[in-house]
Nanobody
């Protein structure tokens, strides 16, 4: 059974930092592309950052230079280091693991989400 479990969310003051973790189990983690998404109240879910199985990264313009995505295949875990947080970063953050099979079928798995609140 595939599971993704996030941790590390919470309340932080503007300008502060948080590190999110997402532990995966029940999958061949190293072959999956992984990503962090977020959804703020009343808004659509958006891609925050992604990292391929080979380590190539991509970031939303709104977080470039502030957030860093990484993965540790030995620990089956992805991370999101978030610095210089501002209230606009407040959202539920969810991790995603995805893989496209040889027949082009895409497999997506999601964590349950962790709340990040940036407020003074």
């Amino acid at each position: 059974q595939v599971q993704l479990v996030e941790s590390g969310g919470g309340l932080v003051q503007p300008g502060g930092s948080l590190r999110l973790s997402c532990a995966a189990s029940g999958m061949s983690f190293s072959i999956y592309a992984t990503a962090w998404y977020r959804q703020a109240p009343g808004k659509q879910r958006e891609l925050v950052a992604s990292i391929t199985s080979g380590g190539r990264t991509n970031y939303a313009d709104s977080v470039k230079g502030r957030f860093t995505i990484s993965r540790d295949n030995n620990k089956n875990t992805i991370y999101l280091q978030m610095n210089s947080l501002n209230p606009e970063d407040t959202a539920v953050y969810s991790c995603n693991a995805n893989w496209i099979d040889i027949d082009r079928t895409r497999y997506d798995y999601w964590g349950q989400g962790t709340q990040v609140t940036v407020s003074s």
